[in-house]
């Protein structure tokens, strides 16, 4: 029988993957899914039954939380990455390393395929498909939801056909869930007016009034939330756990796919909104203007090829290698107030401050120079631009 990997979610398209694939086609079916945040214990239990219910020859759960974050998640820190303004790729991000990850395991086993339930019209089959074709273009890559164009309601009578009797009933709200936030999709984010009611997001408002909160950031890294320090992704999942409860990072991102239609989607990121927020604040206070400027144009740039699939192009690490120098210096406390549906950032604490009245205070006075050489120094700064007016004045 021929060997093959399939990326497996539980849900009714990998379901029907796994059936189809080892019913029809004949293959050895290894299902694998990978654990990028989100999961509980229960919920991959779950997840393994159905596997085996759908007979599969093995099933296998990858914890990959740790590599997502050391690879993915903390350049989306160190460069602010928030995609139109808004959205932190919360989705687009985990899928490279579950792509990665999966085609690692497809090369243990010496599989020759590779499946995914993936249909024609969204981002992820672009995704797992660059990842696949350059890491290992001897496997065959499968794909039989896209292939066969197939409905809900088929997927559904050809399981039942089949013997398996499930709960598929479709969900109102389609949720996807991990370490970086969580995307929602309904009937509302499929045109371009109505919102999403507060019901669709997972987290509800829980508390009132505020909460301080102290963030501890170690050379761009977050390192401590108030007095509790432990590794940075355990931070993001216990600073979420603060944050979701006021409701706090909640938004519709619309922005354009790679196969060229705008799309439009819910997201809930309560720690990669707030961790975001207060590293880019961190970082005014302890880089330079160049630094800054030049970060935020080639963050914009690692943020599109990311989401756009490009993760193993070989600029993505010299971006990364870039951004990683950058953050030298961004040492320091970030001191957050946190509200329902909204948060704010209080002031920062670090060695690294810039903005040192040693040297002068904004709008007040200065320490280093006298009034006759800032005279000096304007006149030449505007040196050129006086040059040009004249030039031109008589055209």
Known sequence: MKKLVLAYSGGLDTSYCAV?????????VHAVSVNTGGFTSEELHKIEKNAYKMGVSSYVNIDAISEYYQKVIKFLIFGNVLKNNSYPLSVSAERIIQAIKIVDYAKKIKASHIAHGSTGAGNDQVRFDMIFQILAPEITIVTPIRDQQLSRQEEIAYLQDHGIEMSWAKAKYSVNKGLWGTSIGGEETLNSKDPLPDSAYPSQLQKEGSEHVKLGFEKGQLVQVNDFAQSPEKNIAYLNDLAAAYAIGRDIHVGDTIVGIKGRVGFEAAAALVCIKAHHQLEKHC????QLQHKEHL?????MHLHEGHYLDPVMRDIEAFLQNSQEAVTGTVFVSLKPYHFSIQGIESLHDLMNPAFGSYGEMNLAWTADEAKGFIKIVANQNKIYQ???SKS
């Open 390 to 392: 004249q030039v031109n």
């Open 287 to 290: 880089l330079t203007k160049w």
């Open 20 to 28: 189809h694939l080892t019913k029809d086609q004949g293959f050895e």
């Open 299 to 303: 963050s914009s740039y690692y943020g």
